[in-house]
């Protein structure tokens, strides 16, 4: 997440510069920079910055997303959350299941499944006991 204020033109601005610092040190394991997706905070106050401007910027500079917060109402802060988890859950099941794939050659399956079928010898997570 990179986070901004749109009280202040100033952090603006600045955000170039974080993205930049985040693309440089923070990489996925196939070399591709990590998905950020910018956070235009504060939106409580006055707004000093053109959020069409930003929703251009941020799909021209390839953020995931772009969400208005304020962490003082709480508004749309669980969103944000919510943005990064499920592209992160998204891919997260695509590149685990192509490095088990490709370490073990095993078929992997993100979905739920049933829980393991309950004996009298059924203990402690999968642990069996004959005592």
Not at 32 to 55: E, F, G, Y
Not at 100 to 127: F, H
């Amino acid at each position: 997440m990179i986070v901004f204020d749109v009280s202040s033109q100033d952090t603006f601005e600045a955000v170039e510069k974080w993205k930049q610092d985040v693309n440089e040190k923070v990489f996925l394991p196939d070399g591709n920079p990590v998905p950020c997706i910018l956070v235009a905070n504060k939106i409580d106050l006055r707004n000093d910055v053109n959020m069409n401007q930003i929703a251009e910027y941020a799909e021209k500079n390839g953020y995931i997303g772009l969400v208005e917060t304020s962490a003082l109402t709480n508004q749309n802060v669980a969103s944000a959350f919510q943005m990064v988890t499920d592209h992160v859950m998204k891919d997260s099941k695509h590149v685990l299941k192509k490095e088990i794939d490709e370490d073990y050659g095993l078929p992997l399956s993100m979905e739920k499944t049933s829980a393991p079928p309950q004996s009298e010898n059924y203990c402690c997570g999968g642990v069996t006991s004959r005592y």
